[in-house]
């Protein structure tokens, strides 16, 4: 069974980068972008780009009326039993680090250390004046917007517009994160994919750098994705589910000598 082969490879394995998207946080209650019910099926992402929140009031008033609704999803997800073995692995020793997706947080939530974990998509719970740089908690930003504050400023006298510290559409990507993941991902020797489409770029490239370089390549997603002919395994279920099993059957192990 392609599972009895991924916790094999888990065990022979000390350097595992994970590389996790939306999938991995479906299980805590936040819908991912391309499943049926996703947050695509209900709105348009054309609207919410960098461009449209940059370029006018109308753009950021329609920005924050959008993640008036998104943040408490957010905000009250806990994290998985996906998230938690990721956390084993790291105590274990065999986690190098995380490069997620995701914006979500839940990875440090779970207990992973912050520079154990590379944010290619940014941060959903923090925020920043992009006058002054001073920053602010996102629970804050949304206490203004339930008080009736349709596009959040910085304080007087700035004044100046607060982004969320999310990458938008039509955003550069982060440039450090990008070359750190890239030079992770190289060095791993197990590069595990779980609850990633892989269709978003340049993030998608991850998985291919890392099998380039030598690593071997696991993918652990409910739907196909278009890295699983280069994979060496591909396990097809639930990521909660998958990685418990995963870490109970590395616990059941003799420990080596
Ligand atoms: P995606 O929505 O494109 O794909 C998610 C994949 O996960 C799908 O292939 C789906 O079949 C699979 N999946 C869903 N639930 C799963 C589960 N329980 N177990 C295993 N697999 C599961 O997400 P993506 O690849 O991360 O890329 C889209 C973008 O969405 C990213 O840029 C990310 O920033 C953003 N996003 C993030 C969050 C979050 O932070 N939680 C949520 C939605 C979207």
């Not at 009736?148 to 100046?160: H, L």
Request: proline share 7%.
């Amino acid at each position: 069974m392609s599972i009895d082969r991924l916790a094999d490879l888990v065990a022979a394995s000390s350097r595992i980068v994970a590389f996790t998207g939306a999938g991995v946080s479906t299980e805590s209650g936040i819908p991912d972008f391309r499943s049926p019910g996703g947050v695509w099926d209900r709105f348009n992402p054309n609207e919410f780009t960098f461009q449209n929140f940059m370029g006018s009031e109308a753009g950021r008033r329609r920005y924050w009326e959008l993640g008036r609704t998104t943040f408490p999803v957010i905000r009250r997800a806990e994290p998985n039993p996906a998230h938690h073995a990721l956390v084993t692995l790291w105590r274990l020793g065999k986690l190098d680090c995380v490069i997620t997706q995701n914006i979500d947080n839940l990875h440090q939530r779970a207990g992973l250390p912050v520079d154990r974990v590379i944010e290619l998509h940014g941060n959903a719970t923090r925020a920043r004046c992009l006058a002054c740089e001073r920053p602010y908690e996102r629970e804050r930003i949304q206490e203004w917007l339930d008080a009736g504050v349709a596009i959040p400023a910085c304080d007087p006298p700035c004044g100046g517009i607060i982004k969320p510290r999310t990458i938008m559409f039509g955003e550069a990507m982060p440039r450090v994160e990008l070359e750190e993941a890239e030079r992770r991902a190289r060095a791993s020797d197990l590069f595990l994919v779980i609850g990633s489409s892989l269709v978003v770029y340049p993030a998608a490239y991850m998985p291919l750098h890392a099998k380039d370089a030598g690593a071997t390549l696991a993918i652990v997603n409910l739907a196909e994705t278009p890295h699983d002919g280069q994979a060496d395994v591909v396990v097809r279920g639930s990521a909660a589910a998958v990685l418990a099993q995963v870490t109970e059957r590395l616990s059941e192990r003799p420990s080596p000598r």
